[in-house]
């Protein structure tokens, strides 16, 4: 009888530093992606600071990057690289970190596969925002003021729909049913009320309104870098600090509430960071999809669904997407550029479905 | 020594009151079985004491404290609460599930110990070789053992069950049954447990709590508590219980 009971014990043992073994083995997978889409980003901004109607190689690049960090720009090489490719690349990066972020986020806290900023009318605000700009003259105002106001108005706007959903929670408790369907009939509205203005509108301008919203990242110049910059810094620490609560909460509001989450009140601040921080990216890019709602379902498939380690990972990974998919639309048919949105969308669109059907394990 | 008082005690859904006035005590290390028909307030009140649902009035008491003042992670260190089942939606790992039962412990880094204490529990509960597996690929019975792991790593001093064995295989509603009184009895913990099974409260039960549209209809042993007469008020179905001694058995014989 003693025999067996301490041979047990030590299969037990052997059990456990099995698993822990198994534990540290699956963190590490979680880190190795992580560094890989970091790697990722950098491969894929070199490769793109060279392409370009105007040819420079890899080494010259890097040099006039370096060159640049120190002295003021000169020759044609280097305000290309500086001027245009440079801030065209850090806004890629920028905006795919930012908006896979945010969509992973939202995801979260709404336990919803479907959550994204474009779903809860933040794109569609900002749309809508920078339409009436557009379209009520300040296209016509010339140069920076004009810009500015659009940008301004698509900020805005973009607020209004989670103000909306905020509003909403103050009468009905905030659930992920509620905020959803909030979000999409904010979408229909803002959508309507963008044909509606673009109907009763000047072509040349409602091309240059529809132009804003495909998206793009040729809009970004270092004036926008900083902004953007800033609200990434703001945010992403403070979804960091929340992603053990939203790793609870994913187990359903009463688990998450019996381990001491206030879940109706992080739920509302996450959304509002999450969507200060799509606002503060669209609204200088246009309305670029797709990034925020497949980076971290990719991701998820790949390490699973702690979110202290799919943030960072879709992140990067949403980063290294969205700069992959804007320097396709530059070369593919260039000199023509297309929107990075088309891009993103017709690459995003096959891969995700790809690995959906590839995956066996029936989750989202 | 009464661990848990909770003193009339009253719920509305909008303009449905689902509990009336209800009072209960519970002693330190017993198991408490509460009983009734759907929709007699059995849920509901596990969660009003678990302050996942506000009462509107009425107080619970924890060691004589009121929870209304107590923060929600010094609650949560005090009393676990294990739902029916799982509504993970995102992938999750049997590991990570468990950990989050040290939230109230830890900050945003889990440390070490925590997850000895997971693995610990894992063990006690003897579903470590589903460690690394996804809660969802469970059967219903596993991913209850998850659930019950995860609140002992709250270190609770109450546990809530919400219909531990509704999805259960005969099997596994033993198993699962004989777990939890264990851990009462071991670690000194006291529950609660909402359950449809009359038999499998009389079983386990020390007190059975049985309830009828939001009141408490009677309390006390099994014996005194699961007689024809009240099954019939409460239910609307005549039965025979089969007298053994403490644990009477209940034979339903038809609706009326």
Not at chain 2, 69 to 79: G, Q, T, W
């Amino acid at each position: 009888m003693k025999m067996t009971s301490s041979t047990e014990t030590i299969s037990g043992t052997e059990k456990i530093a099995e698993i822990k073994e198994l534990y540290k083995k699956f963190i590490g997978r979680k880190i190795l992606f992580i560094l890989f889409s970091l790697i990722l980003i950098f491969i894929i901004a070199g490769v793109a600071a060279t392409l370009g109607s105007y040819p420079i190689t890899v080494i010259e690049v890097y040099s006039i990057i370096g060159h640049g960090l120190f002295q003021s720009v000169e020759t044609t090489e280097e305000i290309v690289v500086w001027n245009l490719r440079l801030p065209r690349i850090l806004m890629g990066i920028l905006a795919g970190i930012g908006l896979a972020i945010a969509g992973t986020m939202m995801q979260g806290i709404l336990r919803n596969p479907l959550a994204s900023p474009f779903t809860l009318g933040i794109a569609s605000g900002a749309g809508f925002g920078a339409a009436l700009a557009i379209l009520l003259g300040a296209g016509i105002i010339a140069g920076e003021t004009g810009k500015y106001l659009i940008i301004g108005n698509a900020f805005v706007f973009s607020l209004i729909p989670t103000f909306v959903i905020l509003g909403l929670t103050r009468y009905k408790r905030a659930t992920p049913e509620t905020m959803i369907l909030a979000g999409i009939a904010m979408l229909y509205i803002f959508n309507a009320a963008t044909t509606l203005l673009m109907y009763f509108s000047e072509a040349e301008a409602v091309k240059a309104a529809y132009f804003w919203m495909v998206g793009s990242l040729g809009k970004a110049s270092w004036d926008a870098i900083l902004p953007v910059s800033i609200v990434l810094a703001g945010c992403v620490p403070l979804l960091m600090w929340k992603s053990w609560d939203v790793n609870v909460m994913g187990a359903g509001d009463e688990t998450a509430k019996s381990l001491g989450v206030n879940v109706e009140r992080t739920r509302i601040a996450i959304l509002v960071i999450a969507s200060l921080m799509s606002a503060g990216i669209i609204c200088f890019t246009g309305t670029i999809g797709f990034i925020g709602l497949v980076a971290p379902h990719m991701c998820r498939m790949v390490i699973g669904g702690d979110n202290r380690f799919l943030i960072p990972a879709s992140g990067f990974f949403g980063a290294a997407l969205l700069l992959g998919a804007d320097t396709i639309a530059r070369t593919i048919i260039a000199p023509v550029i297309l929107p990075v949105g088309v891009i993103t969308a017709f690459m995003g669109g096959p891969v995700f479905l790809y690995l959906r059907m590839r995956k066996r394990r029936e989750y989202w | 020594m009464v661990k848990l008082k909770i003193k009339d005690v009253e719920f509305s859904y909008g303009s449905v009151q689902v509990l009336k006035a209800v009072s209960i005590e519970l002693a330190a290390s017993e198991m408490l079985g509460v009983v009734g028909p759907n929709g007699a307030g059995k849920s509901t009140l596990l969660r009003c004491i678990d302050r996942i649902l506000k009462p509107q009035r009425g107080d619970i008491l924890l060691d004589g404290r009121d929870i209304k003042e107590m923060h929600l992670v010094e609650l949560a260190r005090k009393i676990g609460y294990i739902p029916q089942s799982a509504s993970q939606v995102f992938p999750a790992t049997v590991f990570d599930t468990v950990l989050m039962g040290r939230r109230p412990h830890l900050g945003w880094r889990s440390s070490e110990k925590d997850t000895e204490t997971v693995l610990e529990t894992l063990q006690l509960l003897n579903i470590e070789e589903f460690a690394m597996r996804d809660i969802n690929e469970l059967s219903g019975g596993q991913q209850q053992k998850v659930f019950i792991a995860r609140a002992l790593t709250q270190e609770p001093d109450v546990l809530l069950l919400d219909e531990p064995t509704s999805n259960l295989d005969i099997r596994h509603q033993l198993e699962v049954m004989d777990i939890i009184k264990n851990i009462v009895k071991e670690k000194q913990i006291s529950a609660i447990m909402a359950i449809h099974d009359l038999n499998l409260a009389s079983r386990y039960a020390d007190r059975i709590v049985m309830m009828n549209s939001g009141k408490i209809f009677s309390t006390g042993n099994p014996v005194s508590v699961l007689t024809p007469d009240n099954i019939k008020h409460v239910y609307g179905v005549e039965v025979k219980v089969n007298d053994h001694d403490v644990r009477p058995y209940i034979v339903p014989i038809r609706p009326v």
